[in-house]
Structure formats: structure tokens, C-alpha cells
């Protein structure tokens, strides 16, 4: 059991690249969520979904963007890098908003 | 405003000892909290959970204990063993509402 798969593991960009940080889940899970961890701020919700077809905008979604045409994917694409994105980002997934969530190992992500 | 405190930014405690870290909260609606424990390089595990109807949960050397008067709660290992150096990050809910992490607290176990 994969559980939550996040690729890739470590990214380098430079300011003004987009590219896309996949996240696949094999549970069947409704809700997927992402987060990125800076030091000193815990982690922040970008954007959530619960459901294939919904998404919704979380703590700090400014300069992401999300979508979620199936239930196991929900990749998250940076439309113009910039060098205040650079963190690590998790994905994560569970049955729902307010239970317990399984978490990929993260991308690393660095903006030059 | 942060809603989710830790604000103990890191604890060292003796292998063998008992190791409490601790949360505290500002929103009275958060009625589901959570412990995740996080190695480096990794992502974040469930560790325990709690709902506001109950005092305390036990699981194992894992102990949490929620004090709704006071919007606090506190995670307790006993006995602290090397592989508990991690960084514990406690986390709320209210209702279906979504998950409010805080910052982390980073546990050292010294041997």
C-alpha cells in the first residue's frame, strides 16, 4: 500500500518557471489537501479539496493554483515561481476535513 | 492570529523520563485535536487524537490530556525513548471544519 506519493522529491527553479507537484493517493480518500512547512510557521494549508471536482483556496493560496479530476490525484501547479515559495510542501489526504490525515513525504522546493 | 500555540519552540528530556509537550488553543469551537509526529525528511504521522467530550486518551506511552477550561492540552511519552526525538506538531478542528496545525515543538531525547 503506496498510501500518498509525491513527486518530485526535490525541485529546483528558477523565479518565473511554473511547473506542477504531482500527488497521488491509493485509499480511496475524499478529502487531499496541500500544505507547505516554513521554519518557524508549522504548516500552512495552500488548498483543499473534498471531493473529485472540488476545490477550495486555504490558508495561503496566492500564486497556486489546484484542480482535482479524480480521486486520486491532486496536483499542485505554481503558475510563476518566486523566490518566497521556496519550503518544503506536503500533500495529504483522509476521509474527510476534520480526521486524521495521512501525509507524503514531501517536495522540496527551491526558487532561485 | 495564530488559533494553534505551541510555544515551546524545542524540549530535551532524559531517555526514560517522561516527556510533556503542550498546546494551547484560542478558538472554543475546535472540539477535535490532534498529535502528528514528524522525522526529518518525512512527512507527518498521526500519532494520537482526542475528541472535546473526553479528558484524557491513552494509546500505548502515549498519553493526551485536553483541559477545555483552560484551552489547553498536553501530550505526554512515557517513558521517553531515543526514537521519540522528533518534531510533534498539534493540530484542531471544529465540526467538519479543516485541520489548524501550530508550529511544531521539537522534542531531544538525550541519552
Known amino acids: 500500500n503506496a498510501g500518498v506519493t509525491q513527486t518530485p522529491k526535490f525541485q529546483v527553479l528558477k523565479t518565473g518557471q511554473s511547473m506542477t507537484l504531482q500527488c497521488a493517493q491509493d485509499?480511496?480518500?475524499?478529502?487531499m489537501s496541500w500544505y507547505r512547512q516554513d521554519p518557524g510557521m508549522g504548516l500552512r494549508l495552500i488548498h483543499y479539496?473534498?471531493?473529485?471536482?472540488?476545490?477550495d483556496q486555504g490558508e495561503v493560496p496566492n500564486g497556486y493554483n489546484v484542480s482535482r479530476s479524480t480521486t486520486e490525484d491532486f496536483p499542485l501547479r505554481l503558475l510563476s515561481a518566486a523566490p518566497s515559495q521556496t519550503s518544503v510542501y506536503f500533500c495529504?489526504?483522509?476521509?474527510?476535513?476534520?480526521?486524521?490525515?495521512?501525509f507524503g513525504d514531501g517536495t522540496r522546493l527551491s526558487i532561485l | 492570529d495564530q488559533q494553534v500555540k505551541q510555544n515551546s519552540p524545542s524540549l530535551s528530556v532524559q531517555e526514560g523520563r517522561i516527556s510533556i509537550l503542550n498546546c494551547d488553543y484560542t478558538?472554543?469551537?475546535?472540539?477535535?485535536f490532534l498529535w502528528y509526529k514528524k522525522y526529518p525528511a518525512e512527512g507527518p504521522t498521526f500519532l494520537i487524537s482526542?475528541?472535546?467530550?473526553?479528558d484524557k486518551n491513552e494509546d500505548g506511552r502515549f498519553t493526551v490530556f485536553l483541559n477545555k477550561s483552560a484551552k489547553h492540552l498536553s501530550l505526554h511519552i512515557v517513558p521517553s525513548q531515543p526514537g521519540d526525538s522528533a518534531v510533534y506538531f498539534c493540530?484542531?478542528?471544529?465540526?467538519?471544519?479543516?485541520?489548524?496545525f501550530g508550529k511544531g515543538t521539537r522534542l531531544h531525547i538525550l541519552p
Open positions: 493540530a484542531a478542528s471544529a465540526g467538519d471544519d479543516k485541520i489548524i
Open positions: 478558538n472554543s469551537m475546535f472540539d477535535y
Open positions: 482526542i475528541s472535546s467530550i473526553k
Open positions: 485509499m480511496n480518500h475524499e478529502y
Open positions: 479539496s473534498v471531493g473529485a471536482g472540488i476545490t
Open positions: 495529504a489526504s483522509s476521509f474527510g476535513l476534520a480526521r486524521p490525515q495521512h
